[in-house]
Nanobody, 125 residues
Framework: QVQLAESGGGLVRSGGSLRISCAAS????????ASWFRQAPGKEREFVAA????????YYANSVKCRFTISRDNAKNTVFLQMNSLKPEDTAVYYC??????????????????WGQGTQVTVSS
C-alpha cells in the first residue's frame, strides 16, 4: 500500500516560482510512475506532468511545458514539481498520483492507483 502526501503549496505572485513535493510511504513507490494533476474551482481535474519510475522519462501537458519540471528522488520516496513563470491560470489544487504498475515506462500512465489529498497553489496577478 502506498500513501501520498503533498506539501509546499502557497500563494505566489504572477511570474514567480514554487516547488511542491509529494512524499510517499511504502517501499514500492520507487517502482511506480508518478504524476501531478490539478483542479481549479469549477473545472475538471487535468493532467500536468508525469515521470517514469526511474526518473529517466518525463511528459508534460502543453499548458505547462517549458515552465514546469517534474523530478523524483527515489531514495527519499519523493516526487517534486518545480513551477516557474507562474500564471494566475495555474491556480488550483495540485494532486500527486502513482500508477501502481511496477516499472512501467508508459507515459502518461494509463491508470492511477494511488492519490494524495492535494495542496493549494494560488497565483496572484
Amino acid at each position: 500500500q502506498v500513501q501520498l502526501a503533498e506539501s509546499g503549496g502557497g500563494l505566489v505572485r504572477s511570474g514567480g516560482s514554487l516547488r511542491i513535493s509529494c512524499a510517499a510511504s511504502g517501499r514500492s513507490f520507487s517502482m511506480y510512475a508518478a504524476s501531478w494533476f490539478r483542479q481549479a474551482p469549477g473545472k475538471e481535474r487535468e493532467f500536468v506532468a508525469a515521470v517514469t519510475w526511474s526518473g529517466s522519462g518525463t511528459y508534460y501537458a502543453n499548458s505547462v511545458k517549458c515552465r514546469f519540471t517534474i523530478s523524483r528522488d527515489n531514495a527519499k520516496n519523493t516526487v517534486f514539481l518545480q513551477m516557474n513563470s507562474l500564471k494566475p491560470e495555474d491556480t488550483a489544487v495540485y494532486y500527486c498520483a502513482a500508477d501502481g504498475l511496477t516499472q512501467s515506462e508508459a507515459l502518461p500512465p494509463p491508470v492511477y492507483t494511488y492519490w494524495g489529498q492535494g495542496t493549494q497553489v494560488t497565483v496572484s496577478s
